[in-house]
């Protein structure tokens, strides 16, 4: 439920933001905003607005698969507001590089949601690396997927033609393994022994 309560809260305010741009300026990682006029809420709202539609889909299609398969584990450890702390911290955590390197540049922005739904999908690959998706009716085994999504994240990258921040997969992927570690030590082992014991579907 907490899931699809973020997936809603993100399309709303995406959709809005696509024909307010007011409304988007306001709410980008703009560096300067932060440095100088201490609008640090934007280290948090660049994740609620995206570039495009597609941009979009894509990110909230991963929230939907992976957050609703892992949200009991952060409610459980941190308590009713647990997945939301950790989808806010993550998408955070994984902004504050890019902001540190461009808090002088005026012309650096940046937004997405990428950062927090990295964090999640790479916490539910510690726990279910072989479990089964479907991605345009193909079944993928997660940890396929997940390769794939990070592929896709370091070319788009390299390509450098839009406001979206791919690095922050990186850092968002990153925080997502630490943080889930640093709640639950032994699922390092136990990834590695599902790992090393392929069972596609479960």
Same mark, same amino acid.
């Given at each position: ?28 990682? !703009?560096? &300067? ?6 609008? %640090?809420?934007? @280290? ?14 894509? $990110? ?5 698969? #992976?957050?609703? +398969?892992?949200?009991?584990? %952060?409610?459980?450890? @941190? ?9 806010? *911290? ?6 504050? &590089? ?8 005026? $012309? ?18 510690? #726990?279910?690396? !072989? *479990?089964?998706?479907? =991605?345009?009716?193909? &079944? ?9 999504? #990070?592929? !896709?994240?370091?070319?788009? $990258? ?12 990186? !850092?968002? +992927? =990153?925080?997502? =393994? +630490? ?11 136990? #990834? ?5 014991? &392929?069972?596609?579907?479960?």
């Amino acid at each position: 439920m907490t899931t699809l309560i973020l997936i809603g809260l993100t399309i709303t305010i995406s959709i809005i933001a696509f024909n307010r741009r007011p409304l988007l300026e306001r709410l980008i990682l !703009w560096p &300067p905003a932060i440095t100088e006029r201490h609008q %640090y809420e934007r @280290l948090l709202t660049y994740g609620l607005i995206h570039a495009d539609p597609r941009h979009l889909i894509f $990110n909230m299609f991963t929230l939907y698969f #992976f957050g609703r +398969a892992v949200e009991g584990f %952060y409610q459980q450890e @941190l308590g009713p507001a647990g997945f939301v702390l950790f989808y806010a *911290s993550a998408i955070i955590a994984a902004i504050v &590089p890019t902001y540190l390197q461009h808090r002088r540049d005026p $012309n650096y922005r940046s937004l997405g949601a990428s950062g927090g739904v990295s964090a999640v999908l790479f916490a539910f690959i510690l #726990f279910r690396p !072989w *479990s089964t998706i479907y =991605v345009f009716v193909l &079944p993928v085994p997660a940890i396929l997927y997940a390769l794939a999504y #990070f592929g !896709w994240t370091y070319f788009q $990258n390299q390509q450098q033609r839009s406001n979206i921040n791919h690095s922050a997969h990186l !850092w968002g +992927a =990153v925080y997502g =393994v +630490a943080v889930t570690l640093i709640i639950e030590p032994r699922a390092l082992g136990y #990834f590695l022994t599902q790992l090393s014991q &392929p069972h596609f579907g479960r």
